[in-house]
């Protein structure tokens, strides 16, 4: 059995980490996680973008579809309006149309709507032009949300295509 002034001078010669060791250690430690949690919140934050810009797209898809499928078909509320793809290529519907009471606001069924049922704001010009010839009108469709901010806000998101319909 080993004496009691053995054990003191065995455990001097054992290294320990000091408090500034250690204080300096959690600092890192918390340095990382504080990092690690930024990142966190920003891959959140384009994760959100996308899907809306995924949204987006799709619904512009699924209006350009629509219009494809019966190019001539008059709706009076449709986002992409049967009269604007035999003019000259130019803004499909004015920005207020004071009969329907209806603006540029798009609802979830594609159809022109008011601002309290809105989904998007929908910018769209259509028509043939010298390069497509009459029996073609090119179509440019501008959908930004929220549908209540201006459209000049940097804060405002969009999403812009442009494609052609042929027509008989």
């Known amino acids: 059995m080993k004496s009691v002034s053995a ?4 455990r001097r010669g054992m290294e320990a980490f000091s408090l500034v ?9 918390v340095f990382a996680f504080v990092a690690l949690l930024g990142l966190y919140t920003t891959g959140l934050r ?3 973008e996308s899907e809306a810009q995924i ?10 579809a629509a219009r494809r499928a019966a ?35 798009i609802g979830e069924d594609g159809q022109l709507t008011n601002a309290a049922n809105a989904l998007y704001l929908i910018s769209c010009q259509a028509g043939t ?4 010839g009459s029996s073609v009108a090119q179509v440019y469709l501008k959908l930004s949300w929220p549908p209540q901010a201006n459209p000049a806000n940097p804060s405002t998101e969009f999403y812009e295509v442009t494609t052609y319909i042929p027509f008989p």
């Open 55 to 64: 949204q987006a797209a799709d619904f512009a898809s699924m209006l350009i």
């Open 129 to 132: 032009n010298m390069l497509t």
């Open 71 to 105: 190019p001539l078909l008059t709706n009076s509320t449709a986002a992409i309006p049967a009269y604007a793809m035999t003019n000259i290529f130019t803004n499909a519907y004015p920005s207020y149309n004071i009969r329907t009471q209806l603006t540029n606001y």
């Open 7 to 10: 054990l003191r001078r065995a």
């Open 46 to 48: 384009v994760n959100r």
């Open 21 to 29: 060791e250690v204080v300096l250690a959690l600092g890192i430690c």
